[in-house]
């Protein structure tokens, strides 16, 4: 372990300003952050543990949907009855994730931020421009199995882990935060995650030392909600392929998929298709793809899975 200085904030304003400096971090949960550090994948030079700042609450909002603080913990938002009611995919989602013990520390903002679990990405023996931008990219050349199909690039083929964000996106959240100025402002989830491009290590578009307050849940749409998750063994395990879905009476509907891209992936267009069936949406969503030989069979995973949600939402 590395040396690293601490304080704890008291305002969401103090803890921005404070995290100006080179090598700051927020700590709330510490569920993904206590782990890269004791591997030394991240060695923060200051911890600013925003815990007390009172973001830990679910409240209603005027125009009909819930705010959610930024450290309410993820059982807290899968058990709140509003979410269980209105937002269905989402408490599934959630309690699809982890375990229970780590549900009951990570925070709502933690889950969004956490960080790929590619297993060269863990290896500091081994090249990877998300660890050390410009040194390479091992699962090119490596073990894919388990990487993205859609939305990589020449740097990084690395997938996002959560699945909390991949039902935020089905149901077009928004994340607000606080600059280190202190200055607000509020970014739509389907911004907030980055491709890789040529530079996998900045994954979100939060600026340094932004800290996220709250997610804002829309008006709710109603609809049948289902999160379907393929993983290899039936607990504990990141997915393969996982799919959000709403599903209206009439067939249309929205459709997320997680564990195929360095984001959860929608592509809106896609969801014109829905009546026609999962082929057409999977054709749709995955026209740009880019699988490995070893993670080919995601595509057609996605496809069965998407039919399957599908098929359970017609009953």
């Not at 709250?214 to 993983?231: E, H, T």
Request: hydrophobic residues 40%; aromatic residues 4%; contains cysteine.
């Amino acid at each position: 372990m590395k040396a690293f200085t601490y304080e704890r904030a008291r305002t969401p304003a103090e803890a921005a300003a404070a995290a100006r400096v080179e090598g700051a971090k927020f700590i709330a949960g510490g569920t993904n952050l206590l782990d890269l550090m004791k591997l030394q994948i991240e060695a923060p030079a200051h911890l600013i543990d925003i815990n007390g700042l009172g973001l830990d609450t679910i409240e209603e909002t005027e125009e009909g949907g819930l705010r959610v603080g930024a450290l309410v913990r993820n059982t807290d938002l899968a058990a709140d009855q509003r979410v269980r009611r209105d937002y269905g995919v989402l408490s599934r989602a959630l309690l699809a994730g982890a375990s229970g013990q780590l549900r009951n520390k990570a925070t709502t903002a933690g889950n969004l931020l956490q960080r790929t679990r590619c297993p060269y990405f863990y290896d500091t023996n081994q090249p990877c421009n998300k660890r050390e931008p410009g040194s390479g990219c091992s699962a090119l050349g490596g073990f894919s199995r388990q990487h993205a199909v859609v939305g990589g690039s020449d740097a990084c083929i690395a997938t996002h882990p959560s699945d909390m964000a991949v039902a935020m996106r089905a149901l077009d959240v928004t994340v607000e935060t606080v600059r280190p100025d202190g200055k607000t402002r509020s970014i739509p989830i389907a911004d907030f995650h980055k491709l890789p491009g040529d530079t996998p290590h900045i994954e979100t578009a939060l600026e340094r030392g932004e800290l996220i307050t709250a997610v804002i849940l829309p008006k709710p749409v109603g609809g049948k909600q289902i999160y379907r998750k393929v993983r290899d063994r039936a607990s504990y395990a990141f997915a393969l392929v996982s799919v959000a879905a709403i599903v209206q009476p009439d067939g249309t509907g929205r459709v997320a998929v997680g564990g195929v891209a360095h984001k959860p992936w929608r592509i809106e267009a896609a969801e014109a298709d829905l009546p026609k069936g999962a082929k057409s949406v999977a054709a749709a969503l995955f026209a740009d793809a880019r699988p490995t030989e070893q993670n080919q069979f995601k595509l057609t995973l996605a496809e069965r899975s998407i039919g399957a949600v599908l098929a359970e939402a017609k009953g």
